[in-house]
């Protein structure tokens, strides 16, 4: 079952457009995309399409960065063991590793300790604290954690110094600290309040670089490229810069690490975009954390040597494929348990299971949200005790949910979109039900459809050389700027067939202008068939592909649904073949499978040729005539009743007849 997206047209911005066009001296074109964007002013305009141009902001307008300086240059004069606290995720093992080197580099003694997953869980602890401490810490830095830590802080505020550099959102109350860097704290002018805890980090080797060295420091952009876009913050300002030329130095880095982390995953000599960190590079990194321990990723990018990186590169891609085979057996195991409920009637989603590796439950929470468009939580229970995933959906405030129903939580944190919670097993009966009474309250109808947002209607033939330039300098794409998706309507594909190992690709091609068009789809191999027969919208992005030094254009297609023009609704004649279809399947006792493509591959060996639309609304309307009910993975047949049926009564019938 996978919901179907609801497009939405963006506002035509022809109008303005043409003004800010003129006024900027760039193409209505680009123009409507940055309109889209909300960027019209000059001064946004010029540094979101070059911000390779646009100085970085003074590290020093981050509140405490001068006391934070000062106490590590003093660190280093006196020869005193720093230790750096980070966190397992890919934005805490970047911020770890570039703030170890740089320390290194200026003469610091620094060593550094990442908190295991499972073991510590996220965040300062007393008793990872006093480890270090016995280790003959002077003074501890955090990056990426730290805000929240009020009882840790105090607790070795008489036995070690301490410096916080995070991003979170801080609460009313900050950590007694040498310094509390924040560019969330409410008395922190920094302008940017956007950059993810790497990029803390990396105004706090600004800052060390231009007091002890008296030099601008632009290095390592790499590194935080890969923080920053794995994190998932909005890629605008500073964030924007950042990606932008870490790309660049990522394709060319001199880094044994890395040079080994892209030859395994086969990147070498690419051009390195935004979706290969998000898709390839970060999920091996964040394996190990996920799975083990994540100070192999902060080894990675400190190795110098290059046999010793390919070592860790592929023990690294070994534990992301290890990662894919738990995630596979949690994710089957938690879909077994949706076929047990009626989906149309949940609001939320609360799955759970004995010893669920909690390293991966997140990751399979997200895969549960793009199947089936529910706020999910994905608990993983061991001795009577729950951890939990949650992922939400557009309009469901997760930590506000969470909040609601925090009288049967032990403990929880997160913001919005993600979050994570812990709970007793005796309680998550009571917890799923007092959750979808909220979910029931804040959610409507409409809210469960998943927008996708289309910039433009635009016919493959008409982009040319000029309109793929144009496109290009949206990019790094991201959070807070996404790929731009186009739509066409009535496509008819051609050769349309499954690609991939296991064929769960898709690959066709679309008339053009002068040749034909190739278009691929990820994960959609199973509509090929679909494809070769009915016509089609479809809502692409499109890229060059380049193949022994030729380039050609082909789409990316995001998402398709049968061309309006083609989207006939049932009369009485067809709604009676459908249904002599169903009752004879049901007499020779063949199983009437939700999997609608498969159904109606069967129907049309025997029936009128109709399209899948008009197919799939007849089974809607005897559904709402009581005809027709779904349970588990099949439909099941109900008694017709005795008197004639009056097809006045299916909201669906009326409503496409009166068209």
Known sequence: MQYAKKWKLLPDESTRSVELSQRIGITPFTATLLLHRGIEEEKAVKAFLHPEKQPFYDPFLLKDMDKAVARVEEAIKQKEKIFIYGDYDVDGITATSLLCCNLRKLGALAEYFIPHRQKDGYGLHTETLDEIIEKGADLIITVDCGISAIKEAAAIQDEVDLIITDHHLPGEKLPEAIAVIDPHRVDCNYPDKNIAGVGVAFKLCQALWKKCKGVSFEGDLEIVALGTVADIVPLLGENRKIVQLGLKRLAQTSRPGLQALLAVTELQNKEITAGHIGFVLAPRLNAAGRLSTACRGVELFLEEDWDKAQVIARELDEANKERQVIEQEILKAAEKQVEEIDIKKAHVLVLHGENWHPGVIG????????????????????????????????????????????????????????????????????????????????????????????????????????????????????????????????????????????????????????????????????????????????????????????????????????????????????????????????????????DMERLFERYIQFFPKINLFTFQKSLAIFEELGLLRHRDTCYIMLPPPKEKMDLQKSRIFREGNSL
């Open 363 to 594: 990751i399979v929470a997200s895969r549960i949200v793009e199947r089936y468009y529910r706020p999910t939580i994905i608990i993983s229970e061991s001795s009577g005790l729950g951890k939990g995933s949650c992922r939400s959906i557009r309009g469901f405030h997760m930590f506000e949910a969470l909040t609601a129903c925090k009288k049967l939580l032990q403990g929880f944190g997160g913001h919005a979109q993600a979050a994570g919670l812990t709970i007793r097993s005796e309680d998550i009966a009571a917890f799923r039900e007092e959750l979808e009474i909220y979910a029931q309250a804040v959610l409507q109808e409409e809210d469960y459809i998943p927008i996708l947002d289309i910039e433009l209607e635009l016919p493959p033939d008409k982009i040319s050389d000029r309109l793929m330039s144009e496109i290009k300098l949206l990019e790094p794409y991201g959070m807070g700027n996404p790929k731009p998706l186009f739509s066409c309507h009535g496509a008819r594909g051609n050769y349309a067939r499954q690609i991939g190992k296991e064929g769960q690709h898709l690959k066709f091609t679309i008339d053009g202008l002068t040749s034909s068009i190739d278009v691929l789809a990820w994960g959609q191999g199973d509509k090929a068939s679909l494809i070769n027969r009915e016509r089609i919208d479809i809502a692409y992005f499109p890229e060059y592909h380049v193949w022994k030094e030729k380039r050609s254009l082909q789409l990316m297609m995001e998402d398709f649904s049968l061309a309006k023009a083609e989207k006939r609704y049932p009369d009485r004649e067809i709604l009676a073949s459908v249904y002599r279809f169903l009752l004879g399947e049901e007499r020779q006792g063949k199983e009437l499978t939700l």
